[in-house]
């Protein structure tokens, strides 16, 4: 019996002791991802890339007064509904301060029309690329770590110009994603002297494309650029135009440089094929996210993951600035990120909360670039074009 009273007495003490003392609340962040849809095999890297960053900040004594980050997942589907319906949730019911993603330029505007700028919550998307974000009265809430399709799609135009393609048929998912990019493409290439033999928007889905392939063949291309996403419908488009032998070559936007096309066609199939992608600008701080990620089991060449990174990295340091303020979160993105103060690196979270708490300005000098956002919230970046090497792609040459 004795034993038993001072076992309740016990349980009672302990129970005391933590109602005066409560647990310390996680201070959590959205990442809304396209874990089903058109870039499901894409997301998983992008996803892991943004906890690497939460991982190593709570390694390193986390948020605030020892709080951890917590990285609170969520499948916006890569649609815009699906972008809002995940919005909802983690604002909503999950409470969170500030939210990376969506990764698809439709769930972005939605998501952040409907749920984040009325809320006033900082939204960061690492790969939402349409032109159309720039555009946002947004109340400086919506940022992105990966440049605009403008800037892609006008590169990419250049790059094929000076590299002899001077005749293409261009095929698009007409969604905001395909639109952006593909008007960003025409303007400069014709503006570069080349000739546009065919220019089609089509809808995401159908099982057939090849009345739609046979069309823009018909211009005379011998060379098809498909702005589409490689785990869906552009994966069809590309295989029924080499199954019927509509074009010789075959250009992608980023959505394209995806591992499906080669485990589904075969590399031996795709000699022919190059597509282009936001490669991180060649630094010490690229170089630490790689050995970083790499120690953590992930690839630093998968697309996307250092903007993922990034966009992680600076949420975590812009939630320490604002002491927790989810309405000054926007503006503390911008003063950790400027150009101005002690430079921060990847995965420097001690260094950058000593700094921090010591009134001392930090610049993040992010795996894909500096970040110094412009009144839009976009950045500059640098893109690459890539070929299909083996399993995987490989660099061909940079885009200019």
Same mark, same amino acid.
């Given at each position: 019996m004795k034993s038993k009273f001072l076992a309740i007495a016990g349980g009672l003490l302990a129970a005391t002791a933590l109602t005066a003392a409560p647990a310390k609340a996680d201070v959590k962040i959205g990442l809304l991802? /396209?874990?089903?849809?058109?870039?499901?095999a894409m997301a998983p890297a992008m996803i892991d890339a943004a906890q690497l960053a939460f991982q190593q900040v709570n390694e390193q004594g986390g948020v605030l007064a020892g709080e951890n980050l917590v990285g609170v997942v969520g499948d916006s589907a890569c649609n815009p509904q699906g972008g809002t319906d995940a919005a909802t949730k983690a604002v909503n019911i999950e409470g969170v301060s500030a939210i990376v993603g969506p990764h698809c330029s439709g769930a972005v505007l939605a998501a952040a029309g409907s749920v984040t700028i009325p809320a006033g919550i900082a939204l960061v998307t690492p790969s939402g690329t349409s032109p159309e974000i720039t555009g946002?009265?947004?109340?400086?809430?919506?940022?992105?770590?990966?440049?605009?399709?403008?800037?892609?799609?006008?590169?990419?135009?250049?790059?094929?110009?000076?590299?002899?393609?001077?005749?293409?048929?261009?095929? &698009?998912?007409?969604?905001?994603?395909g639109t952006g990019l593909a008007n960003a493409f025409k303007a400069e290439y014709e503006a570069q002297g080349g000739e546009i033999a065919g220019?089609?928007?089509?809808?995401?889905?159908?099982?057939?494309?090849?009345?739609?392939?046979?069309?823009?063949?018909?211009?005379?291309?011998?060379?098809?650029?498909?702005?589409? &996403?490689?785990?869906?419908?552009?994966?069809?488009?590309?295989?029924?135009?080499?199954?019927?032998?509509?074009?010789?070559?075959?250009?992608?936007?980023? /959505?394209?440089?995806?591992?499906?096309?080669?485990?589904?066609?075969?590399?031996?199939?795709?000699?022919?094929?190059?597509?282009?992608?936001?490669?991180?600008?060649?630094?010490?701080?690229?170089?630490?996210?790689?050995?970083?990620?790499?120690?953590?089991?992930?690839?630093?060449?998968?697309?996307?993951?250092?903007?993922?990174?990034?966009?992680?990295?600076?949420?975590?340091?812009?939630?320490?600035?604002?002491?927790?303020?989810?309405?000054?979160?926007?503006?503390?993105?911008?003063?950790?990120?400027?150009?101005?103060?002690?430079?921060?690196?990847?995965?420097?979270?001690?260094?950058?909360?000593?700094?921090?708490?010591?009134?001392?300005?930090?610049? &993040?000098?992010?795996?894909?670039?500096?970040?110094?956002?412009?009144?839009?919230?976009?950045?500059?970046g640098t893109y690459a074009l890539f070929k299909v090497s083996g399993e995987g792609f490989e660099v061909m040459s940079e885009m200019k």
């Open positions: 991802g /396209g874990v089903s849809g058109p870039i499901a946002l009265a947004d109340n400086d809430t919506v940022f992105r770590t990966v440049p605009s399709d403008d800037y892609q799609g006008r590169a990419l135009a250049r790059t094929l110009k000076a590299q002899g393609y001077d005749k293409v048929a261009v095929a &698009y998912v007409n969604n905001d994603y220019f089609a928007a089509h809808e995401d889905g159908k099982a057939s494309y090849r009345s739609n392939l046979a069309e823009l063949a018909n211009g005379g291309a011998d060379t098809l650029v498909i702005f589409d &996403y490689g785990d869906g419908t552009g994966l069809t488009i590309l295989r029924q135009a080499l199954e019927n032998g509509f074009f010789e070559k075959f250009v992608g936007g980023d /959505g394209m440089k995806s591992d499906a096309p080669i485990k589904e066609l075969g590399a031996e199939n795709l000699a022919t094929f190059v597509a282009s992608s936001p490669v991180g600008e060649k630094s010490d701080a690229l170089d630490v996210f790689n050995t970083a990620f790499k120690a953590a089991g992930g690839d630093p060449d998968a697309i996307f993951v250092t903007t993922s990174y990034d966009a992680a990295f600076l949420l975590a340091l812009a939630v320490e600035k604002a002491g927790g303020d989810k309405a000054k979160i926007p503006a503390a993105l911008r003063e950790v990120s400027n150009g101005e103060g002690e430079a921060i690196l990847p995965g420097e979270w001690a260094k950058a909360k000593e700094l921090i708490a010591a009134g001392t300005a930090i610049d &993040y000098k992010g795996a894909a670039g500096d970040h110094n956002f412009d009144a839009a919230g976009d950045v500059p």
